[in-house]
Structure formats: C-alpha cells, structure tokens
C-alpha cells in the first residue's frame, strides 16, 4: 500500500486538513514481477541456442571441420538451434501482437472444416516423421466468421503439441463438432498427458511440465499462451482434459457468429 499526503490551505493559507491518498499497488508490483520474468525467461530462452552455436563453430574453425563426420554432425546442430531461434523469435512477435491493447482480429466467413483439411498434410508429415497415427473425423460444411490466419495457427500448434507429446506407434485424433451456437473442435492424444496440479499453468508464457521433452521436439514453450489469446479473442475457450500416460484431450469452442465487444 502507496500513502502520499497534501495539506489543504485557507485562503490566507492556514491549514484546514489533509489529503491521503491510498494506492494500491500490489496489482501494479505483481505485474512488474511478471514483466521481469518473462524478460528473464526470454534472454535465458536466447542464450541457450547461442551459446551451443557459438561453440559447435568455434570447435570446427580451431580444426574439428577437418574431420568430415564431425562438420557434417556439428553443422546440423548449428541448424538446428538457428531453427529454435527463428521459432523463438516468431512466436515472441506474434505474442506480443496478440498482446496488444489495438489488437484486433481479421474477421471474415471461414470455411472451418476446409480450413482443418488444409492443415493436414504438414501435420500428417509431422506424424509420419514420429511414427504417431493421424485420424480425423472432420466432416460437414460449416461457416463461421473468424480470423481464418489465426486460427490455423490454433489447430497447428495444438497438433504439433499432440504428436509431440505422445509416444511413437500413438494416436492423435482431430474431431470437429457442433454445439448449439458453437463449433468444438478436440485434439486429442494418448501419450504423456499432463498433472493434474500443472494444467491451469500450461497457457503460461514458458510454462513447461518437462523443459528437456519440449525443447527436444522444437517447442518454444509459448504455443498454448498464443492458443489461449487467439481463442479468448474469438470469445471462446479452450478445456483441457489429461490423464499422466494415458493421454491429453484440447476442446477447442468458438462461437460461429463473432461479436465485437
Ligand atoms: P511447448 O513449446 O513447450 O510445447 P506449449 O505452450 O505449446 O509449449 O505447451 C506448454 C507445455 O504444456 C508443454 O511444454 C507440455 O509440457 C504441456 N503440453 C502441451 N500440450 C500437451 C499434450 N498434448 N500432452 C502433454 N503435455 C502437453
């Protein structure tokens, strides 16, 4: 709690009373507390994949590039972590649009279930690469108005999640519906599943149940926060069902008629 004081003068200046004001400001450090996480969390995120660059490439010039397993070994690893970064720096410029007070959403008619079928073909090389089964029971013809862009974003980063989070020889299953005024769209999985006590703190920026499971299949830790405001920005929601070792289920609902709010 902030208390700042003013006298109240007469006229021919005698005191009369005083002013206090008190402010709250545990929202205002909070939030403060938070800014500097997340630029800590940030900078560790860079720092990583920069430092195994730099080395992997000081160790080919001072003569390892002489052995040519090792060039060809240490430059996919140079690859591979430019590629991080690359996805770390995206995903940190999309947030921070979503973020935005004057942010605003590109609505138009969408075609939802052709929108699914277009996503398909980078998820089901994505699934073949890990040996996981894609099925998916998208059938219909429905409009809904919404930002067609964002939203695949959505269904791709909850599908990527799913692949990655589920073991070879697994399922993933894509299922849309619809409710009432509402489309539901569920991803599910039966890999790694998540605990019960972290699900309210998977939409957090760099929140990860198992930082060496995400980093290793590509993630940057901020798909589900980006999913969470394109969805909440459609006036929808997501719900996450899990159970650890049996598997994960995403239910996607966003309202077919969009209203300006
Ligand atoms: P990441 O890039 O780490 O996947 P996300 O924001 O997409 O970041 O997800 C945050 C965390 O939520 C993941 O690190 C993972 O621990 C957990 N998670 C997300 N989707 C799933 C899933 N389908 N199954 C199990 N855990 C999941």
Redesign the pocket.
């Known amino acids: 709690l902030e208390v700042t004081g003013a006298p109240i003068l007469s006229e021919d200046q005698k005191w009369k009373g005083t002013v206090l004001v008190f402010h709250d400001i545990t929202e205002l450090k909070q939030l403060e507390q938070m800014r500097k996480d997340f630029v800590a969390n940030v900078s560790h995120e860079l720092k990583t994949p920069i430092t195994s660059i730099r080395g992997f490439s000081e160790t080919l010039l001072d003569g390892a590039m002489k052995d040519e397993a090792m060039l060809e070994q240490f430059l996919h690893i140079i690859l591979k972590e430019s590629g991080r970064l690359q996805s770390l720096i995206q995903d940190l410029l999309e947030l921070s649009k979503l973020e935005r007070e004057d942010f605003y959403l590109n609505i138009e008619q969408v075609e939802i279930q052709r929108l699914l079928h277009d996503l398909l073909p980078i998820v089901q090389q994505h699934a073949d690469k890990k040996g996981v089964n894609l099925r998916t029971k998208i059938d219909g013809e429905t409009i809904i108005q919404g930002d067609s862009s964002r939203l695949k974003q959505v269904f791709m980063?909850?599908l990527?999640?799913?692949i990655?989070?589920?073991w070879s020889e697994g399922d993933v299953t894509l299922n849309f519906k619809e409710k009432d005024e509402d489309i539901v769209i569920s991803?599910a999985?039966n890999?790694?599943?998540?605990p019960e006590e972290?699900i309210s703190r998977?939409?957090e920026r760099f929140?990860?149940?198992?930082?060496a499971?995400?980093r290793n299949?590509?993630?940057?830790?901020?798909?589900?926060?980006?999913?969470k405001h394109i969805v909440e920005a459609h006036h929808g929601k997501v719900d996450v069902e899990?159970v650890v070792n049996e598997?994960?289920t995403?239910h996607v609902s966003i309202p077919k008629k969009f209203t300006k709010t």
């Open positions: 980063n909850l990527t999640n799913a990655n989070y589920t991803i999985d890999g790694v599943g998540i972290e998977i939409f929140y990860r149940v198992d930082k499971r995400s299949s590509g993630g940057t830790g901020l798909g589900l926060a980006i999913v899990s598997g994960t995403f």
